[in-house]
C-alpha cells in the first residue's frame, strides 16, 4: 500500500531530510585518515541529539538480521557495499567510504547516503563515486508524476551499466514517510513503463549502489549485515529522500548548507 503525502507533510519531511543532510555534512567533514568509524558515529549521534530527532537505523531488525542494527549510521568501506556496521575501525589513507544515515523528527523519516574519499583518493574509485551521483541524479529526474518505478529503476541501471559497474539485485530504493521502508521498491535496474505509476505525494528514497569490479556478486560479512562485493573490488552507495511533486521531484536530503568547496572532487594528483 503506497501512501500519498499532502504538501504539509512533504514539508515535514523535509525538516526531517535537512536533520539527515546536516548529519551527513558533519560527517564527511569529519572522516580523515585516523578518524575511526565509531567517532562518525558517536558525530551523527549529536547531530540527532541536537535536532531532537532519532534514529531509524538504532536497533533496527529486519528478517534478514541477526542482530538489532546497533549503530545510528551505516559505515561500509572500500568493499563492502551498503549495512557496515560502524567499528573502531580507523580510516586509512586512500579508503572509499559510504555513509548512509536515517532520521525521525516529528514523526516523518528522512534516509540519504553519501560515497566519498579519505586522503589521497584513487582515480577509479572518483569515478565511480562520479557515477553513482550520475546514477542518482538520473533516477531523481525521472521521479515525476506520470512515470512509473521502472522508468526510475532503468534509469539508474543504464548510467551504471553504461560505465561498466555491477549492480547488485535485491538491494535498493523504497518509500519512505512515516516509516523509514514503505512500498514501493524502487530497484536499481529495471524496464521503462512498468511497474506502479508515480503520483503527486508519493516520496521515495532512491539510492544506487555499484560495484566496480563490474560482477553483480555480493555476500554478507560474518557479522550478518554488511554486504560484501563477491569479487572484492569496491563499492559506492548514494542515495537521496524525494518527493514526487506537481512542480517536478524535490529532494528533501539536499546538502546545501556546507561550504562549497568540501564538496569539491578531490583532484586524484
Ligand atoms: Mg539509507
Ligand atoms: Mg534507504
Redesign the pocket.
Known sequence: MVELKTDASIDAMYEAGQVVARALTAVREAAAVGVSLLELDGLAHGVLREAGATSPFLGYRPSFAPTPFPAVICASVNDAIVHGIPTAYRLRDGDLVSI?F?AQLNGWAG???ISFTVGTARPADLRLIETAERALAAGIEAAVVGNRVGDIAHAIGSVCRAAGYGVPAGFG??G?GRR??EDPPVPNEGRPGRGLRLRRGMVL?I?PMLIAGGGDGYHEAADGWTLMTDDGSRSAHV?H?VAVTGDGPRVLTERCAAPAARFDVPSAG
Do not use: Q
Open positions: 548512509d536515517g534516509d540519504s547516503a530504493g523504497h519512505i523509514m521502508h528514497a539510492e542515495e529522500t
